[in-house]
Every structure is written in C-alpha cells, then in structure tokens.
C-alpha cells in the first residue's frame, strides 16, 4: 500500500491508497514543528478506524510547500513504514511531463503533482485551478509540458485581509449571497468576495484560453465546488486531483 502525503499551507491531506485505488484521506492543519512520532499517534487512531494495518504501507510519496514539514515526515517514513519517502521536486523523483519555464525556476510541488494528474485524467491543452491558499492557474500544453500559469491569492486569504485591514469590518464566510446587492454589511461583503472573485476567475482562465488556445479546466480545492454553481467553464471538479496525481507519479517511479 501507498501513503501519500500533500502538505499545503493551511492543510495536509494523507491518503492511503492500493492498486491505484484511493482507500482513505484524512486532512489535518498544517504544522511544521509536528514530529514523526505525533504524525504516526494520529494516524495510527485512524487506520484503525478504517482498518488499515499500517505494516503493509511499503511506499511513501510527499509533496510538500512547507520545506519545515519534509524532515520529520521523512523519519516518519522511515521509523514506521521502513520506507525512504520520494520527495516530489528531489532528484530522486522522477514525474512523467516536462518542464518548459525559464531557466532557474523552482516550480511549486503541489502544481507539478496536479499537472500531473490533470494530463493524466484529460490530457493536454488543459488549465489547473486550484482553490488554496493561493488560488493557482497552471497549464499544460497539448504534449503534456508544463508551461506556467497564475497565482493569485486565495479566497481566504483576501478575506482575511479585508477583516485585518479595515477595523470596522467582521471577517465572514465565504458563502454564495441570496442577492448581488447587499443590505447589511456582512452581505455587502459575502457579495463582494464571492462575485469579485468568481470574475477573477473566470476572467484569468479566459484570457489563458485566448493566448494559449486551450481547451479543457480542471478545477480542484475545496472552493471548487462553492463557485462552480455560477460559472460553466470548469470542465471537470475533481477534489482529488492532488492525490491522484501523487498516485500516478509514484507508480511512474516505481515502474522505472
């Protein structure tokens, strides 16, 4: 069995899957200082749950933004599974798309592992979005290069913002409102933030469709699935998409 592993920002996602098929995921906020032994108590309780014998974990894949996280998930690896993680953007891990950015760029993990899997599941011609943090537009061309993208700040961070940088404003929800035109100040905002960015985003993917010519969007994020009741042009909703892609991109190593 597999246990992926996707350290974002804000949350982790660990995921054990077998013969490709994804078992179980569970999510927890995104601690830099955890130790392996805290990661192992916790996950130790939920293989339990979902009767998971962790002795037959022999595979471990990470993809991590948070370079504070990747040692002690490597000795968690290590001690519990008997395993040495590959580390996606090491040298040691090999992914099956090219690369065409300019020279010296360090691509973020998480949006390789997503092209991953997008080129996988719809092949090229293909924009990601990815509602994190950081909401992250990237492309891969019709031979399955990742070419670049976007990144603009996420939906949560913006509201976080707005609260922090104006007193007399309450932080709300991210929420669809009944009404575009707000009656008190807490619709006035859900407004703003949801119809404001919502033509963020379909503002972004469609000037990549102009000057790339692509065709398919594969959205992913929690958020996703909030927006997508307002727009046509996602394709495809996949909450997934991240772990799948870890999926395949140990598959593809171990087939190496």
């Known amino acids: ?16 899957s077998k013969n490709k098929k994804i078992l179980s995921e569970w999510r927890c906020s995104t601690d830099g200082n955890m130790t392996a032994d805290q990661y192992f108590t916790w996950l130790q309780q939920l293989f339990s749950i979902a009767n998971i014998n962790y002795k037959e974990i022999s595979k471990t894949i990470v993809s991590s933004v948070v370079p504070d996280s990747i040692f002690n998930l490597k000795v968690l690896c290590k001690t519990y599974f008997n395993c040495i993680p590959l580390i996606v953007g090491s040298d040691t891990c090999k992914i099956p798309i090219s690369i065409d950015v300019e020279r010296g760029v360090n691509v973020g993990a998480d949006r390789l592992v997503n092209a991953v899997a997008a080129y ?6 293909t924009i990601v979005v990815d509602f994190g943090t950081a909401t992250t537009f990237d492309v891969i061309n019709q031979s399955g290069s990742y070419i670049g993208g976007v990144i603009a700040p996420g939906v949560s961070l913006s509201t976080k913002a707005l609260h922090e940088a104006a007193a007399a404003l309450p932080h709300v929800e991210v929420k669809r409102p009944a009404k575009v035109v707000g009656r008190n100040t807490v619709s ?3 407004s703003g933030i949801y119809w404001g960015y919502l033509s963020l985003v379909d503002g972004i993917i469609s000037k990549i469709k102009n000057e790339k010519k692509i065709n398919n969007v594969i959205a992913t994020g929690g958020l996703s699935s ?18 799948k892609g870890l999926v395949y991109i140990s598959n593809f190593n171990e087939d190496k």
Request: proline share 0%; aromatic share 6%.
């Open 120 to 125: 996988q599941l719809v092949g090229g011609n």
């Open 188 to 190: 006035c905002m859900q």
């Open 226 to 243: 909030v927006f997508s009741r307002d727009t046509t042009i996602f394709d495809k909703i996949d909450l997934r998409l991240t772990i």
């Open 1 to 16: 069995m597999l246990l992926a592993i996707d350290v974002g920002n804000t949350n982790s996602v660990f995921s054990v």
